[in-house]
């Protein structure tokens, strides 16, 4: 009797991998469908001749009669300018065909030499010159066109169908090969900066940025891109942290539009500092940037900023987000609780945030 218990016990496990088998090998072939499905669509981009773009040093680029302090102060200053502590090569990106009239989308980070020229190659090897059409800058988006017809167009899946725990595949096509390259994942997070974004665990990189992040069955829930809090492209920071994140297309319709009719869209900007010591319900306004939409639409300091389009704002966090979500130029409706306790709505129109200050002068070394 023990001699056969011990064969039941050693068998059960053998007869349940066996069942499994097949089961992965189906998973296997679904994975391959969904990538085969969206590969004609992924292209690859390469870009020729620029400057870096100025991300995080507001340092100018000197004339070409400047930079006599000697060679090596010559050489630094002729340079690149780059973000401190990151380093960025000039190589192939990717994008992601979403018009079958030569529309392409992909990351501003594909983009960040401000190219003079654009080359974008498909799947079947056929290669157009591209431009630039429109950005919106608060995502790290910017739209091409190159002259095609008929190309093949990736399905976008709609946002509210993304759930937290999903399967994901990072696709990008950076060196032209026949059959995209992968990275598997899951979404870790919904709604991140400002509600922009989803936050996936897949492996995200300069090598597949402009890529789409695709579900398992091959449709598009965002494009890879390096996005930090502050709504500006990040840095080197969180390559290989198990963070990355993909900005959804399925919710902005009306700017992929407007993109492809020449929209440059920037982040949302109101024009409040928050009372940090108040955590919520609601948003204490501590200061007023002159000049701001806050300013014009009346707000004092004191006022509590207690719904925005409708939404009742938790904390100071919550509203940041809730403005954060909107492009410069869009019309909010925000209701402010007066010390008094009187309520006032007022339809404000969002504006750019103000450019930053420049860096103080160095003190002179001393002698």
Same mark, same amino acid.
């Given at each position: 009797m023990r001699t056969l218990f011990a064969a039941l016990v050693v068998a059960a496990p053998l007869a349940a991998q066996q069942k499994k088998v097949p089961e992965l090998w189906l998973l296997d072939e679904v994975v391959q469908q969904a990538i085969t499905k969206v590969g004609p669509a992924v292209v690859t981009i390469e870009t020729f001749g620029g400057f870096r773009k100025q991300l995080g040093n507001t340092r100018p680029r000197p004339k070409p009669d400047e930079g006599d302090e000697g060679d090596d102060n010559k050489k630094k200053s002729l340079g690149p300018i780059v973000m401190p502590g990151f380093l960025q090569a000039q190589g192939p990106g990717t994008g992601l065909i979403i018009g079958a009239e030569?529309?392409? !989308?992909?990351? &501003? /980070?594909?983009?960040?030499? *401000?190219?003079?020229?654009?080359?974008?190659?498909?799947? =079947? $090897?056929?290669?157009?010159?591209?431009? !630039?059409? %429109?950005?919106?800058?608060? @995502? $790290?988006?910017?739209m091409l066109k190159v002259k095609a017809e008929e190309l093949p167009v990736a399905e976008i899946l709609p946002a509210q169908s993304i759930e937290v725990g999903q399967w994901v595949f990072a696709l990008a096509r950076t060196f032209g090969a026949k059959r995209p390259t992968v990275h598997v994942g899951v979404v870790s997070a919904l709604r991140r900066i400002s509600g922009r974004a989803l936050q996936c665990d897949a492996n995200t990189s300069p090598a597949n940025y402009g890529g789409p992040l695709i579900d398992i069955e091959g @449709?598009?829930? #965002? +494009?890879?891109?390096?996005?930090?809090?502050?709504?500006?492209?990040? $840095?080197? *920071?969180?390559? *290989?942290?198990?963070?990355?994140?993909?900005?959804?297309?399925?919710?902005?319709?009306? +700017?992929?539009?407007?993109?492809?009719?020449?929209?440059?869209? @920037?982040?949302? /900007?109101?024009?409040? &500092?928050? *009372?940090?010591?108040?955590? #919520?319900? %609601?948003?204490?306004?501590?200061? +007023?940037?002159?000049?701001?939409?806050?300013?014009?639409?009346?707000? @004092?300091?004191? =006022?509590? !900023? +207690?719904? !925005?389009?409708?939404?009742?704002?938790?904390? &100071?966090?919550?509203?940041? =987000?809730?403005i954060g979500g909107h492009v410069a130029g869009a019309w909010v409706t925000v209701v402010v609780k007066r010390k008094n306790g009187d309520e006032v709505e007022v339809l404000v129109q969002l504006d750019s945030p103000p450019p930053p200050k420049p860096p103080p002068p160095k003190p002179p070394p001393p002698r």
């Amino acid at each position: 009797m023990r001699t056969l218990f011990a064969a039941l016990v050693v068998a059960a496990p053998l007869a349940a991998q066996q069942k499994k088998v097949p089961e992965l090998w189906l998973l296997d072939e679904v994975v391959q469908q969904a990538i085969t499905k969206v590969g004609p669509a992924v292209v690859t981009i390469e870009t020729f001749g620029g400057f870096r773009k100025q991300l995080g040093n507001t340092r100018p680029r000197p004339k070409p009669d400047e930079g006599d302090e000697g060679d090596d102060n010559k050489k630094k200053s002729l340079g690149p300018i780059v973000m401190p502590g990151f380093l960025q090569a000039q190589g192939p990106g990717t994008g992601l065909i979403i018009g079958a009239e030569g529309w392409v !989308v992909t990351s &501003s /980070f594909v983009l960040n030499y *401000d190219p003079q020229t654009i080359l974008v190659t498909l799947q =079947d $090897g056929r290669r157009f010159t591209a431009e !630039v059409r %429109g950005e919106d800058r608060s @995502r $790290g988006l910017a739209m091409l066109k190159v002259k095609a017809e008929e190309l093949p167009v990736a399905e976008i899946l709609p946002a509210q169908s993304i759930e937290v725990g999903q399967w994901v595949f990072a696709l990008a096509r950076t060196f032209g090969a026949k059959r995209p390259t992968v990275h598997v994942g899951v979404v870790s997070a919904l709604r991140r900066i400002s509600g922009r974004a989803l936050q996936c665990d897949a492996n995200t990189s300069p090598a597949n940025y402009g890529g789409p992040l695709i579900d398992i069955e091959g @449709r598009v829930m #965002g +494009i890879v891109s390096p996005l930090s809090p502050k709504g500006a492209l990040a $840095g080197a *920071d969180w390559y *290989d942290s198990g963070i990355g994140f993909a900005v959804t297309l399925g919710d902005i319709p009306e +700017i992929l539009e407007g993109m492809k009719a020449g929209e440059v869209y @920037r982040k949302g /900007f109101l024009g409040v &500092s928050m *009372d940090q010591a108040h955590l #919520g319900p %609601g948003a204490k306004i501590m200061s +007023i940037t002159k000049r701001s939409p806050a300013q014009h639409a009346n707000f @004092r300091k004191g =006022d509590m !900023v +207690i719904k !925005v389009d409708g939404v009742a704002v938790k904390h &100071s966090m919550h509203l940041q =987000d809730l403005i954060g979500g909107h492009v410069a130029g869009a019309w909010v409706t925000v209701v402010v609780k007066r010390k008094n306790g009187d309520e006032v709505e007022v339809l404000v129109q969002l504006d750019s945030p103000p450019p930053p200050k420049p860096p103080p002068p160095k003190p002179p070394p001393p002698r």
